[in-house]
C-alpha cells in the first residue's frame, strides 16, 4: 500500500516563527504536492513539485515555500508563521503519467497548525 | 476564483435513500473529473473518476453522472448507508502529457447518513 507520512500531525506555533512540515512517501511517485483545508474553501493547491529540486507555484503559495532535494520527501516552509496560516495541511503524491489518464493522488493524514 | 463549484455545502439523507452531490466547472479544457472521500482524521481517497468521452460511470452504488454542454458533473449514492457518512470533493483537471497535471478541488459536501 502507498504510505504518505506526514511527520506532525498537530503543532501549535507563535506568530513569527519559521515552521517546516515534512512529507514522506513510499512508493516513488514522481509528483508530490502540498494543499491546505479550509471549512468552505475545500482543498487549495500551496505548491506542487514533479521532480527534485522542481517546484511549481500553486493557488496559494503566497506565504510558503518548498523543498524537494530527495524524490520521497517534500517540505513546505513558512517563513515567519502568521494567524491567517492555521489551518489543515495535507501532502499527496502521485505517479507521473502520461496520455490518458490522471495519476490517483495519495494523502496523508494531515497536519493541523495551529498559530498563536 | 472558483473554477470548480460544488454543492450543497452539507446534506443528509435517510439509510437506503439516494445521495447527490453535484459539481460545475469553467474551464472547458478539464478532461479528467474524480471524486474524492474523506473520513474524519483520514486524507481523503479516491473514490470514483470519468473522462468526458462517457456521460456515465457506475462502481457499485456510486455514479458518477457528467453533462459536458452544462459543464456539470454530479456524484449519486444509492442506497446510502452510514459508512458512506464523509465528505466528499469533486475535482477536476487537464491530462497532459507531462505528467504534472494538478487537480482542482471542489468545497466539499458533508454527508450524514441517519438511520
Wanted: positive net charge; glycine residues 8%.
Amino acid at each position: 500500500d502507498v504510505k504518505v507520512t506526514q511527520s506532525s500531525r498537530y503543532l501549535v506555533k507563535r506568530t513569527g516563527e519559521k515552521v517546516f512540515l515534512e512529507c514522506v512517501q513510499d512508493m516513488d511517485h514522481e509528483n508530490m504536492f502540498w494543499y491546505r483545508q479550509d471549512p468552505g474553501l475545500g482543498l487549495r493547491l500551496i505548491y506542487f513539485s514533479y521532480d527534485v529540486k522542481m517546484k511549481e507555484k500553486g493557488d496559494i503559495p503566497e506565504g510558503y515555500s518548498v523543498s524537494r532535494e530527495k524524490k520521497e520527501r517534500f517540505s513546505l516552509i513558512l517563513e515567519s508563521a502568521s494567524t491567517n496560516q492555521t489551518s489543515m495541511y495535507l501532502c499527496a503524491s502521485s505517479l507521473r503519467t502520461s496520455g490518458s489518464w490522471h495519476g490517483e493522488l495519495f494523502f496523508g493524514e494531515g497536519s493541523r497548525l495551529t498559530v498563536l | 476564483q472558483q473554477q470548480v463549484k460544488q454543492s450543497p455545502q452539507s446534506l443528509i439523507v435517510q439509510k437506503g435513500g439516494i445521495s447527490i452531490i453535484n459539481c460545475a466547472y469553467e474551464n472547458t479544457a478539464f478532461d479528467y473529473f474524480p471524486w474524492y472521500q474523506q473520513f474524519p482524521g483520514k486524507g481523503p481517497a479516491l473514490l470514483i473518476a470519468i473522462r468526458p468521452d462517457v456521460s456515465e460511470k457506475k462502481e457499485g452504488r456510486f455514479t458518477i453522472s457528467f453533462n459536458k454542454s452544462a459543464k456539470q458533473f454530479s456524484l449519486h449514492i444509492m442506497d446510502s448507508q452510514p459508512g458512506d457518512s464523509a465528505t466528499y470533493f469533486c475535482a477536476a483537471s487537464k491530462i497532459s502529457n507531462f505528467g504534472n497535471e494538478k487537480l482542482t478541488f471542489g468545497t466539499g459536501t458533508r454527508l450524514t447518513i441517519i438511520p
